[in-house]
């Protein structure tokens, strides 16, 4: 079992930044892989980054690379996502996941096995 809670979300402007944070529990966090997922309203959840278990191998959707940045600290058993340069595009709930079964980077939901309740990001223009 894995028990992942995520913070850091809220209202911005367009053009700030919000850091989320994922904190997890119950299994030796630094042996897997993890993610972000995000799902606006009326849309599905959609893949927004993923990390490996050594934090060496980042992946992101188009949508935000260069404006995102994933990390992990091990010895803190915490998961980041750094969201700079923010649009109106971004608003939805932010979820950390877990995928016990790599140790690389997954784009796909269901391969991860564990996942937080998530997190409101809201964007005004």
């Known amino acids: 079992q894995v028990q992942l809670v995520e913070s850091g979300g809220g209202l911005v402007q367009a053009g700030g930044s919000l850091r989320l944070s994922c904190a997890a529990s119950?299994?030796?966090?630094?042996?897997?892989?993890m993610g972000w997922f995000r799902q606006a309203p009326g849309k599905k959840r959609e893949f927004v980054a993923a990390?490996?278990?050594?934090?060496?191998?980042?992946d992101y959707t188009d949508s935000v690379k260069g404006r995102f940045a994933i990390s992990r600290d091990n010895a803190k058993n915490t998961l980041y996502l750094q969201m700079n340069s923010l649009k109106p595009e971004d608003t939805a709930v932010y979820y950390c996941?877990?995928?016990?079964?790599?140790?690389?980077?997954?784009?796909?939901?269901?391969?991860?096995?564990?996942w937080g309740r998530g997190t409101q990001v809201t964007v005004s223009s």
């Open positions: 996941a877990a995928n016990l079964r790599r140790r690389t980077t997954s784009t796909r939901p269901n391969e991860y096995d564990y």
């Open positions: 119950g299994r030796t966090f630094s042996s897997f892989a």
């Open positions: 990390i490996s278990w050594s934090g060496t191998i980042t």
